[in-house]
Structures are given as structure tokens and as C-alpha cells.
């Protein structure tokens, strides 16, 4: 009971600085945030229910990207361009998840969960490998979108302000803010990773691990694998996201 109290109130605090900061857009992200947990919590419960998990990927993918950025940014022109682009770079970027999962097969559980399941039978009726896929598709989706509408965002904002401005200048100015968010994006992946990796880098720390069965640990391999999925996306979208917000310029 004390432990949820204390998530309520935080909630509650993030919410008031959400509004404080950013008024109603603060509140549109809010509620982005509270509906991609439910997202969240549906897919899983339509997973365990026997749902095709490929079918609920392929429905809930759009609808995660939509609510992360019309509910992210105040600007029409911004959401659509960035949904747009986004979309298309989830696609190649699921294209090298099923390749890459396949090869390194690493799904299921690792060494780690031998205790806990001891007794119980593996035999759960789905799909370790299609779960893994979903979990990493989900998982590189905000940095996606995250990149996407930082970039048109601020192309957007130059040709606001500069309606003369070439094409060969906007796409030096996009050159120097994805130089910017590429930098803040992958740090951002990088410390998010070792902060939730930190008590497995213990465990091998204190296990004595040498470096090859770390580096043949399922759950290492599997979220190291996120993390550079993470950065295909984000070096797709700084490029991809001006190319196709120029040609929308153009027209």
C-alpha cells in the first residue's frame, strides 16, 4: 500500500510540472504517456490471451507511434510529417530486428531465471522468439519518434522564420541539429541501458564472468541488441526525416 501511494503522488507530481511547464501541451504528454501504458498493457494482455502476436504488433505499432507524437507536439505540420517518416523508418528498421533475432538467437529466458523456474514447465503456448521481436520493436519506437519530431520541429521552425531560405542552407542547418540530437539521442540510449542493466553488470562482476559468456549472456545479448536497433533508427530518421520534409516544402 505505501509503495503505490508513493507511485500516485509522483504521478501526480509529474503531472503538475508537466501542466506548469508546459500547459496544455505539458497535458497533451501526460496523457501520451498514461495511454502508451495502456498501450502496453493491452499488448500484453492480448498476447497471453493467444492473440497472433504479430497481428498486435502490426496494429498497435501505428497507434503507439500516433499517440507518442500528436500528443507530443502542439503542431499539426510537425506530427504529420514526423508520424509519416517514422512509420517508414520503423519499417526498415523491423526488417533488421527479425533478421538480427533470428541470427542471435536470443530469446527466452536466460541463466539468471534458472531458480525461479525450477519445477514450472517452459511450455507457455507462445512464441519466445515473436515475443522478443515485439519487445524490440517497442523498444526502439520513442527514439524513432523522439528524433523525428525534434528534426521537424526545428526545419520547420527555420522556415518560419527565414521564408527565403534555400534548400542547400535548410539542409546545412538540419546537418548541425542532427549532429546535436544524434549526440543527445544516443546518450540518452546508452545511460538508459546501463541504468536498467546496472545489478546484471554485478551479477557478473561478482560471478567472475569472463568476457565471451557475457558476451554470449541471452539477456545481455538481447537488450544490447535493442540498443543498437535504437541507433539504426535514430541515424535513419535525422537524414530520412529531412529529405521527406523538404520534398514536402518543395511542393
Known amino acids: 500500500m505505501h509503495m503505490n501511494n508513493i507511485f500516485v503522488l509522483l504521478l501526480l507530481l509529474l503531472l503538475g510540472l508537466m501542466i506548469l511547464v508546459g500547459g496544455k501541451t505539458g497535458l497533451k504528454s501526460y496523457l501520451s504517456i498514461i495511454i502508451n501504458a495502456l498501450l502496453i498493457i493491452l499488448v500484453a494482455l492480448l498476447i497471453s490471451w493467444g492473440i497472433n502476436i504479430i497481428g498486435v504488433a502490426i496494429v498497435f505499432i501505428p497507434l503507439k507511434l500516433a499517440t507518442i507524437i500528436y500528443l507530443g507536439t502542439h503542431d499539426y505540420k510537425v506530427a504529420r510529417n514526423s508520424f509519416l517518416t517514422a512509420l517508414a523508418i520503423s519499417c526498415i528498421v523491423i526488417v533488421l530486428i527479425i533478421m538480427f533475432e533470428y541470427v542471435a538467437q536470443a530469446a527466452g529466458f536466460g541463466d539468471q531465471s534458472g531458480e525461479e523456474l525450477v519445477g ?116 535513419l530518421t535525422i537524414p530520412l526525416t529531412t529529405i521527406f520534409l523538404v520534398k514536402g516544402l518543395k511542393k
Open 120 to 235: 514450472l514447465s517452459l511450455q507457455a503456448g507462445i512464441s519466445f522468439p515473436q515475443i522478443s521481436i515485439v519487445v524490440a520493436i517497442f523498444s526502439t519506437l520513442g527514439a524513432i519518434a523522439e528524433a523525428s519530431v525534434a528534426m521537424s520541429a526545428g526545419i520547420l521552425e527555420l522556415k518560419r522564420h527565414d521564408k527565403d531560405i534555400t534548400i542547400r542552407q535548410i539542409f546545412k542547418s538540419a546537418e548541425q541539429m542532427g549532429d546535436d540530437i544524434l549526440g543527445t539521442a544516443i546518450n540518452t540510449i546508452l545511460f538508459g541501458f546501463f541504468g536498467s542493466f546496472l545489478p546484471l553488470f554485478i551479477w557478473f562482476m561478482r560471478l567472475n564472468y569472463s568476457l565471451v559468456e557475457i558476451l554470449n549472456d541471452k539477456l545481455f545479448v538481447s537488450e544490447a541488441l535493442i540498443v543498437v536497433y535504437s541507433f539504426v533508427g535514430v541515424l
